[in-house]
Nanobody
Framework: VQLQASGGGLVQAGGSRRLSCAASGSIFRIKSMGWYRQAPGKQRELVATMPSEGTTVYADSVKGRFTISRDNAKNTVDLQMNSLEPEDTAVYFC??????????????WGQGTLVTVSS
């Protein structure tokens, strides 16, 4: 199973950016997909997660500015980021919790994509 993330880059404060992530490989069923981020010198933190069943969760710091969405047919997850702030600068990682075709449950991570917000 592989997760391929894209969409990072440099954006001015107040601007928008959209991240995309696609999962591929021996996937039986995806239980949840989401985004995490890690700023320099800080621990990785949850940004947003969207389970296949249940409630979507956002970090308080991004509520009202970021929107997560999934395309279950394509095994993709997007993160629309609006009103970006310099504090949003980080490497963003997509994550998928899924059952493989052998019915094993794993948590997979994408390679990370850097978002830099300039002031």
């Amino acid at each position: 199973v592989q997760l391929q993330a894209s969409g990072g880059g440099l954006v001015q404060a107040g601007g928008s950016r959209r991240l995309s992530c696609a999962a591929s490989g021996s996937i039986f069923r995806i239980k949840s997909m989401g985004w995490y981020r890690q700023a320099p010198g800080k621990q990785r933190e949850l940004v947003a997660t969207m389970p296949s069943e249940g409630t979507t969760v956002y970090a308080d710091s991004v509520k009202g500015r970021f929107t997560i969405s999934r395309d279950n047919a394509k095994n993709t997850v997007d993160l629309q980021m609006n009103s970006l702030e310099p504090e949003d600068t980080a490497v963003y990682f997509c994550n998928a919790i899924l059952l493989t075709t052998l019915r094993y449950e794993y948590s997979y991570w994408g390679q990370g994509t850097l978002v830099t917000v300039s002031s």
